[in-house]
């Protein structure tokens, strides 16, 4: 079976046979177009981890606001959701569905909303969220897994798109708010995704997500014989790819399983969700993707597969939380302690609670001397938290130029699963969210916690 690599595995196994020497090599010259040609895949170099805003910015908001707090900036994130959609205008019913556990702060999900987005919801306390701020309808997809039955009847009653992720899921929506006409499934390939550097999700086999396409055909029929005309089809193979090849290659796979499946079912297909995983680059080395480049890349699969986007044609969505809000946020923090033992470290006034990233998967994210961005390395650190933790540390053998106590360090790409997984080991609160505005001003849209805060859950002994 001439299926070697992970690409051509996944297409073996959505035809169920072996491919044939031209299939396969026909197969080799897409994979190799798609995941490493760069020639039509254009990618923009930075200087910098986001190196958008200016020191004086940083140094203005910390005059302003008691160090750590979260920084956002809101021109990056309006320019990018606006880059986002631009890049999928040529679907007439594409949506970008920005996933709220990115970054769950009402004010930055209603400048999404004012930019014409959509939220991926994954809660009933993300629904409820969403229902405040007036999204309604389609303009909700609520993908959750092992969720309470009263979740579902929520997102019934606001309308939202139900992303299926397994097929006892049918017989629990039937009971709790209903079948509607037209449901999503999300759905795991198995098998293992080896993708460029990908380290956080490679082997969709192990991910606790989804349905396996085998379920499908049976699934889906039962969801036809209970008055569903229409359904989407959503997938999620890799997490943080900045290779540019990556959704195209998703694309390939899930608009050919979804034309296969409506034809073995009838059903209408109504549009491929193709998730997120398309990331940011945390590094220096590595170049942003260039978004539009991806969606004309996205646009030549779907024309292969289903002709000329035309109205009443499956449309398109995507999930690019990281994407576009990632590069667009900051912790700012101050340089408070230094130790010199066995290695050289340097104590921050942050720690884990506002960016646990690096202590839960070992992920770089950037960390400058506001002012001195551009001086050489002369040190090394290790650059930690406070908690009462050894793995909190924001950066471990990490060449800096010479760190002063009191400078103020900002940790680059936070605008994205950072405040939103935060937490309250060793009393240690969450802080401030501050947002840049685009005329120039500051807006606290999210106040430190109090012990007061921490207190308030708790029963007390009398």
């Not at 359904?231 to 608009?255: K, V």
């Not at 590595?286 to 969606?295: F, H, L, S």
Request: charged share 25%; glycine share 8%.
């Amino acid at each position: 079976m001439m299926c070697g690599s992970p690409f051509l595995f996944l297409l073996c196994f959505f035809r169920k046979r072996p491919l044939s020497r031209k299939e396969t090599d026909g197969y080799n010259v897409i994979a190799e177009d798609l995941l490493n040609n760069r020639s039509n895949l254009t990618i923009e170099v930075r200087p910098m981890p986001n190196d958008a805003l200016p020191s004086q910015v940083f140094i203005d908001a910390a005059a302003k606001f008691p160090t750590p707090f979260h920084l956002y900036d809101e021109a990056g994130i309006r320019r990018t959701a606006r880059a986002v959609r631009e890049a999928f205008a040529w679907n007439p019913d594409y949506r970008e569905y920005y996933a709220v556990k990115a970054l769950p702060n009402p004010v930055i999900l209603d400048i999404l909303k004012q930019e014409g987005l959509g939220l991926d919801c994954s809660s009933l306390t993300e629904l409820l969220m969403a229902e405040r701020l007036g999204f309604h309808g389609n303009e909700i997809m609520f993908s959750a897994n092992a969720m309470p039955a009263e979740e579902f009847d929520l997102a019934r009653k606001l309308g939202a798109i139900i992303n299926l992720d397994d097929i006892s899921d049918i017989g629990l929506l039937e009971k709790h708010g209903g079948i509607p006409e037209t449901v999503c499934v999300r759905v795991n390939t198995g098998g293992t995704f080896t993708f460029g550097s990908n380290r956080i999700m490679g082997n969709p086999g192990e991910a606790k997500y989804g349905w396996m396409p085998s379920q499908l055909n049976e699934g889906l029929n039962r969801l036809k014989a209970l008055g569903v005309k229409r359904f989407g089809m959503h997938a999620f193979l890799a997490s943080n790819m900045t290779d540019p090849g990556y959704y195209p290659a998703l694309a390939h796979i899930l608009f050919d399983l979804l034309r296969k499946t409506a034809e073995a079912t009838g059903l209408e297909p109504a549009f491929a969700n193709l998730s997120g995983g398309i990331g940011i680059p945390y590094t220096r080395d590595v170049p942003p993707v260039d978004i539009r480049a991806v969606g004309e890349a996205v646009r030549k699969e779907y024309m292969a597969v289903f002709g000329e986007p035309a109205p009443g044609k499956p449309g398109i969505k995507t999930e690019l939380g990281r994407y576009i809000t990632g590069p667009h946020g900051f912790v700012v923090t101050h340089a408070v302690h230094e130790k010199k033992t066995f290695k050289h470290y340097i104590g921050v006034d942050a720690c884990a609670v506002q960016l646990i990233r690096p202590a839960m998967y070992g992920a770089y994210h950037e960390i400058s001397i506001v002012g001195r961005e551009h001086e050489p390395p002369t040190e090394t650190y290790d650059i930690t938290g406070c908690l009462c933790e050894n793995n909190d540390k924001f950066a471990i053998d990490r060449p800096m130029p010479e760190i002063h106590m009191g400078d103020l360090l900002i940790i680059h790409d936070a605008g994205a699963h950072a405040f939103a997984m935060g937490y309250q080991y060793n009393g240690r609160l969450r802080k401030a969210e501050i947002l840049y505005r685009t005329d120039g001003s500051y807006q606290q849209i999210r106040r430190a916690e109090t012990p007061e805060d921490y207190f308030a859950t708790m029963v007390w002994p009398e």
